[in-house]
């Protein structure tokens, strides 16, 4: 199961205690101890914290409780890595070496920097398959990425837009007060736009010296998973883009595409047999854990058209997908209706 570092709970009590709630009364049912928070060295489901926070909005009823708790933890939350990207000569070097390392701070999580025709894009994506139904922890963690480059900065930082996949939680006025730009809802990615030459601005804080010492020191603790669970994660966090294929994953990694295909042919594993296994799992989670519909879980799964889902569904389990959810899914008449007849259209 994906973990989160302690220090992601910086801040979260003081908020909470603000609006008159105990931290106690909320870590509680997710059997998450008092020592964990702010504790780097303590680790917690992620699935668990994004549970919390998103209760604990609803609780509060603060729409905008993730932008808060973002604004008042900075990185500070980040331990060892805030130092690496602080240290680095410019910003695209303190970014590029954040997403390097951020499985140290959580393997759920993923930023991407994407820079093409004349425009940068920092993507987040996390691992949870049901992203548009979280979006306390989307809007928190997109935030602490224009955080980060301001620190980097050692300024203000306002990006040109920013993007997010759900529907907005608050009004302009608040997501305004919190960015400082316009915020486009219900788009393809979650990201902030950046320009070419906010890349190149250099760190206020740049120190060779020690920039060396914390990446020495993050690849002494930085374990590498094997590279299926490597592959696996990419998959799911590329899938909801549409944009998934073996060479974009290689280039992730590191790697030239032969080479990827050769090490997993090396260990009897296909890649497209990689990409399939993925969507079936998270097939299944969506259509029995979450409301969305055939359409947005097509859409999640990496699928142009609902009827390609359909089939591969078919293929799957033997069943529609809703059949699927009408005998194991947890909203029983609630969820929403679809249409999951099948047409001939195909990716």
Same mark, same amino acid.
């Given at each position: 199961m994906d973990s989160i570092r302690g220090t992601a709970f910086l801040q979260f009590g003081e908020l909470l205690a603000q609006h008159g709630a105990s931290i106690r009364d909320h870590l509680a049912p997710h059997r998450i101890s008092l020592d964990v928070v702010g504790n780097y060295e303590k680790k917690l489901p992620y699935q668990s914290l994004v549970q919390i926070f998103e209760g604990s909005a609803q609780a509060l009823r603060m729409?905008? *409780?993730?932008?808060?708790?973002?604004?008042?933890?900075?990185?500070?939350?980040? $331990?060892? !890595?805030?130092?690496? +990207?602080?240290?680095?000569?410019? /910003?695209?070097d303190g970014l590029v070496a954040l997403i390097r390392y951020m499985r140290l701070y959580s393997t759920a999580i993923h930023y991407r920097l994407e820079r093409r025709h004349g425009r940068v894009l920092l993507y987040f994506e996390n691992t949870l398959p049901n992203s548009l139904e979280i979006p306390q922890i989307v809007e928190k963690s997109v935030l602490q990425a224009r955080l980060i480059v301001a620190e980097l900065l050692g300024a203000p930082f306002h990006p040109r837009t920013v993007l997010l996949r759900h529907q907005p939680q608050a009004s302009q006025a608040v997501y305004q007060r919190y960015f400082g730009c316009p915020v486009l809802f219900q788009q393809e990615h979650n990201a902030i736009e950046m320009t070419p030459e906010d890349l190149q601005r250099p760190c206020a804080q740049h120190d060779a010296m020690l920039h060396s010492i914390v990446r020495f020191y993050l690849e002494a603790h930085c374990i590498p998973d094997g590279l299926q669970?490597? /592959?696996?994660?990419?998959?799911?966090?590329? !899938?909801?883009?549409?944009?998934?294929?073996?060479?974009? /994953?290689?280039?992730?990694? @590191?790697? #030239?595409?032969?080479? !990827?295909?050769?090490?997993l042919a090396s260990d009897g594993v296909d890649f497209e047999q990689q990409v399939d296994q993925v969507r079936r799992r998270q097939a299944?989670?969506?259509?029995? #854990?979450?409301?969305?519909? /055939?359409?947005?879980?097509?859409?999640?799964? @990496?699928?142009?058209?609902?009827?390609? *889902?359909?089939? +591969?569904?078919?293929?799957? *389990?033997?069943?529609?997908?809703?059949?699927?959810?009408? !005998?194991?899914?947890? @909203? $029983?008449?609630?969820?929403? +209706?679809?249409?999951?007849?099948? #047409?001939?259209?195909?990716?």
């Open positions: 729409p905008e *409780f993730g932008l808060e708790l973002a604004a008042r933890q900075g990185s500070t939350l980040l $331990g060892p !890595l805030q130092y690496l +990207a602080l240290s680095a000569p410019t /910003v695209g669970a490597e /592959v696996r994660q990419q998959i799911q966090a590329l !899938l909801p883009r549409q944009r998934c294929n073996l060479e974009q /994953v290689a280039q992730i990694l @590191g790697l #030239h595409a032969r080479t !990827l295909q050769r090490r299944e989670q969506l259509l029995r #854990h979450s409301s969305l519909s /055939v359409a947005q879980i097509a859409s999640e799964l @990496g699928y142009l058209r609902p009827a390609s *889902f359909c089939r +591969a569904h078919q293929r799957w *389990f033997a069943m529609t997908p809703l059949e699927h959810r009408r !005998l194991h899914g947890q @909203g $029983g008449a609630n969820m929403a +209706a679809d249409d999951d007849r099948q #047409h001939p259209d195909d990716d």
